[in-house]
């Protein structure tokens, strides 16, 4: 089975400086990488994706991912962090079934915290 | 819709009762999904649907746990006999075709299930 580890269960950072959550991948073949943000009570919702091309996927609200083969991870960035940036954070990969069906596999996300 | 519309959004119930969680997902979404998040523990992937194929169940965690899709549309997941272990925090999630596995998934808020 794929697989995506997220080394850190938090994340605090100042408003206004460079933010990074990491991920890094465990995949046979060539991976679909996926980010997702969980703001409070609410569902996940998109932020970007890998498929092939360029290795800098950018998404919404400001974020990009660099996708890097040859640490196997697909970090995600954002030059300026805002307040409203604090979320939970989960990163994902594409995973094949037995039944062979291909959903995402998620990490067990990572809490951003921005400081005033 | 224009969402995934989850119903109920908060669910108490007592240990030994069965439970039904349900999931309205976009209209015209041929993919339907069940995920479980529990504390600390990220999602977990319990069920998928494709259009009229039979559902990959690989995720079940016992067979407690089962799921209908009536119509290509509405989905309801069961848990009988619930057991304090299946607090979590049920997601739905539907897309348009798998496309091996590219798709972007859209979330529902999720059901809160609290098992006393």
């Known amino acids: 089975a794929q697989s995506v580890a997220q080394p850190e269960d938090q994340v605090n950072v100042a408003e206004g400086n460079p933010l990074t959550v990491k991920c890094t991948y465990s995949?046979?073949?060539?991976?679909?990488l996926f980010w997702y943000v969980q703001y409070p009570n609410r569902g996940l919702q998109f932020l970007l994706k890998?498929?092939?091309?360029?290795?800098l996927v950018k998404g919404s609200y400001g974020f990009e991912a660099e996708f890097n083969k040859s640490q196997t991870s697909f970090h995600l960035k954002k030059p300026s962090a805002l307040v409203s940036d604090s979320a939970l954070y989960f990163c994902?990969?594409?995973?094949?079934?037995?039944?062979?069906?291909?959903?995402?596999?998620f990490g067990r996300g990572t809490s951003l915290i921005v400081h005033p | 819709g224009a969402g995934v519309s989850q119903s109920p959004s908060n669910k108490v119930t007592e240990k030994g009762k069965d439970v039904e969680l349900r999931c309205d997902p976009i209209?015209?979404?041929?993919?339907l999904y069940w995920y479980r998040q529990s504390l600390g523990q990220g999602l977990e992937f319990l069920i998928y649907?494709?259009?009229?194929?039979?559902?990959?169940k690989s995720g079940l965690p016992s067979d407690r746990f089962s799921a209908e899709r009536t119509g290509g549309s509405v989905s309801t997941l069961t848990i009988q006999r619930t057991q304090q272990e299946d607090s979590a925090v049920y997601l739905c999630?539907?897309?348009?075709?798998?496309?091996?596995?590219?798709?972007?998934?859209?979330f529902g808020a999720g059901s809160r299930l609290t098992v006393l």
């Open positions: 999630a539907s897309s348009s075709d798998s496309n091996a596995g590219a798709n972007v998934l859209t």
């Open positions: 995949v046979s073949g060539n991976p679909y």
């Open positions: 890998y498929i092939t091309g360029d290795n």
């Open positions: 994902a990969v594409r995973d094949l079934l037995s039944g062979g069906s291909y959903i995402p596999t």
């Open positions: 209209s015209g979404h041929t993919a």
């Open positions: 649907f494709q259009g009229n194929s039979a559902p990959d």
